[in-house]
DNA sequence: ACAATTTGACAATAGTTCATGTCACTTTAC
DNA sequence: GTAAAGTGACATGAACTATTGTCAAATTGT
């Protein structure tokens, strides 16, 4: 009996196999369905218990679902970890430029509505909070990047922010891109600030404090034209 | 032969019993030489590998110490983390007053120094910035707490550095502990950007961006008597 | 009805870490 | 010189973790 008879049409390099639909949904559906599960239970334990507590175990224990099917998934944490952040901070992004296009157009009001968008997403949800003010530094250099290219991005923000109100010309600053570094840092900080003293604060306390140091630099380079 | 008789005049609770000279230093010499060399090796491992990978073990053969003398000093790892932010924070906080002691009494020249003061103590010390900018977040809660006290010192440091430059009023923002903090915060990312980005940037272009922020505020509180 | 697929509970392996313990060796006090 | 204190290399055990594997039960296509 030659071992090299197949025991079917497939080949040896096995084919894809196209998956059988079960509990009403398709193979692609039922996988993408436990993608998000893995993806709202690593949201929901990182934020919860931090990172550093965030083992494969408890993730799969919290999403209802079998440790096989984490590395279906994710190569590993760190994979989860820098999709979880990409999501969230996509999420935040997307309620921030929605409340920008809502938003009256005038500079107190569309600043006030971008800052309002944020603060309000991180005091209504405190898992997002401590996953992007918190565990995310200091993990490795991959996660290291990510933190860096997303604060790159809401610089941006900040900069069409801060241009919107005025600010025209800082090119006396040897590097720009510092200075909105600095203005996302600012907000950031208070952010931590406030999630750490149990968002106390009013959320018009924190969006005004945070908005001094914008019209700040706004009027700064304004009343400077020489 | 009754096993009550003692074997010496120790009592059964142990007394302190003096230790004894070894190598030309007394007891109390040796464990604080051995807590100096566990403070060092941790600094370096954690600001080389983060402290994700700081074990008891990576620190103890950093130090040339076996491990048994790392309990000697610290209940565990997070103890000693918070030891060495401790005396990193104070040493940084040191250098910065020293710089506004040597420096020449204008409002310019005064918050230079010190800013010069923190950027140069982080480029020549890496390992001190990623751990005060990148390592210590997101550790526990006893950590967090950490973080923040120190936050707010360096915000009265900051405090007393714009109001030389003579913040006089921000009255009509509710939390001015929050702007502060935002200033603290821009700094810190300022220098996380600046550190990310390997410190290609020359040291007076980080200052002067962060300068500027300072003297915004300044100027826009002042410029705002209203 | 029945074989194949899918799933979930759990075992197994190999590795790591913390924290403590053992023991031979070195140094000191007397 | 000798007993005790101090040291360093290493062992130990309990607890985790990541990752793969096993296997019976549930579900499906035919």
């Known amino acids: 009996m030659p071992k090299t008879i197949a025991k079917s049409n497939k080949d040896a390099a096995q084919m894809p196999q196209k998956s059988r639909r079960y509990r009403g949904s398709s193979g692609d559906q ?15 334990v990182i934020g919860n218990q931090g990172y550093a507590a965030a083992s494969v175990r408890s993730i ?47 500079t107190a009001a569309f600043s006030r509505a971008g800052l309002q968008a944020f603060f309000d997403t991180l005091s209504q949800n405190p898992d997002i909070a401590r996953l992007l003010l918190f ?33 025209a010309d800082i090119s006396d600053i040897p590097d720009q891109g510092m200075v909105y570094a600095g203005l ?5 900080q208070i952010a931590r600030r406030w999630a750490l003293t149990n968002y106390r ?9 945070s908005l001094f140091l914008f019209v700040a630099a706004t009027n700064y380079s304004a009343a400077k034209p020489q």
């Open 30 to 44: 039922r996988r993408s369905e436990r993608y998000e599960q893995l993806l709202n239970a690593g949201l929901s």
């Open 60 to 106: 799969c224990s919290e999403a209802g679902l079998t440790e096989r099917y984490f590395y279906e998934s994710f190569a590993n944490r760190e994979a989860l970890l820098a999709e979880v952040y990409k999501t969230q901070t996509r999420y935040l992004k997307s309620r921030m430029l929605a409340a920008f296009e809502a938003s009256e157009r005038n």
């Open 201 to 209: 604060e009013p959320v018009d306390s924190v969006i005004e404090s």
């Open 135 to 167: 565990e995310i530094l200091g993990v490795s250099d991959t996660i290291d990047e990510l933190y860096y290219e997303a604060m790159e991005e809401f610089a941006v923000l900040i900069r069409a922010l801060t241009e919107s109100l005025g600010l």
């Open 184 to 188: 996302v840092g600012a907000v950031l």
